[in-house]
């Protein structure tokens, strides 16, 4: 089959001569039939076929830190999951008590269960998360483990620790 192109172009060097018409695209229209082919080197056509590289908004890229061999304390993600100043008697019974149903039911979170005091306040926050999204499956997870207290456990921005 020839090229549509090439008998265009013919058409319309033809057509000159017998003055068909001005416009130089209805000529080739009308010399194709309405079809016309275009050659794109395959280098080309696999740029402007190519999904983009450059990340999209809203997707979450995983931070690489430079970690060194040993322990490294970084910034990351904790689900929070006791937080109170009320009733000082009582406080740090309560959170070690959370603390331990969670190290008790999730054993992959042991050694990574923390319990702290910043007075009036004791806190008990579970994991070392480096992205959001890891620490809200986290989240997910231990609201249906523990509904009793679903409704005061959060996400939180924390230093945590990562071992290399």
């Known amino acids: 089959m020839g090229n549509p192109l090439t008998a265009a ?3 319309v060097s033809s057509s000159e001569d017998t003055h068909v018409s001005s416009n130089v695209i209805e000529r080739i229209e009308t010399a194709s039939g309405g079809n016309v082919e275009i050659e794109i080197p395959s280098d080309i056509l696999h740029l402007l076929v190519s999904p983009p590289t450059a990340p999209k908004k809203n997707v979450e890229v995983k931070r ?5 061999p040993g322990i490294n304390k970084i910034r990351g993600f904790r689900v929070q999951v006791f937080a109170d ?4 008697n009582t ?6 008590m959370r603390a331990n149903a969670i190290s008790a039911r999730f054993p992959k979170y042991r050694g990574q269960v923390y319990t702290f005091s910043h007075s009036p306040n004791w806190y008990c926050r579970v994991g070392n998360f480096q992205t959001q ?3 809200a499956a986290a989240l997910v997870e231990l609201k ?3 509904p009793a207290f679903a409704g005061e456990m959060r996400v939180v921005n924390s230093e945590i620790v990562v071992i290399k």
């Open 144 to 146: 249906r483990a523990f």
């Open 9 to 11: 172009a013919q058409s």
């Open 64 to 68: 690489q830190p430079n970690l060194k």
């Open 133 to 135: 999204k890891e620490a």
């Open 85 to 88: 100043g009320r009733n000082q």
């Open 91 to 96: 406080l740090e019974s309560r959170v070690k």
